[in-house]
């Protein structure tokens, strides 16, 4: 009791699953604090609002263990959102350049590093289109 679980979904075909394909859908959602046990190999979670259309208690095979880190907690940074909804991602800093050589042409390509992004998050681009 107490513990955080993943709740398996069911992943069935030609059905749209939290606004995504098939393929694309979560395979566990979550995670849920479980409330209480019942029977040798059931559990009862506690779940959202969002989900109260569905019974609560679920067999030890359609759940799967959270683990806490605390190194997945990143710290959010400010990011100026405009009436519509978007956002400008600026480039900070250029990372490699390369020349990618085609049938016909070349095409000078730089990597570049985004505000608010690590390294992992660099994104190859155009030169010409990087003001």
Known sequence: MGHRVFLK?????KVFRFGRKVKLSPRFIGPYRIFRRVGSVAYQLELPLE??????????????QYQSDPSHILPVEKIEVRSAMTFEEEPVQILDRKVKVLRRKTI???KVLWQNHGT??????PEDSIP
């Open 9 to 13: 979904v069911s992943q069935q075909k």
């Open 51 to 64: 989900l109260d259309h569905i019974h609560d208690v679920f067999h030890v095979s359609m759940l799967r």
């Open 108 to 110: 000078s390509l730089i």
């Open 120 to 125: 992992k998050e660099a994104t190859s681009e």
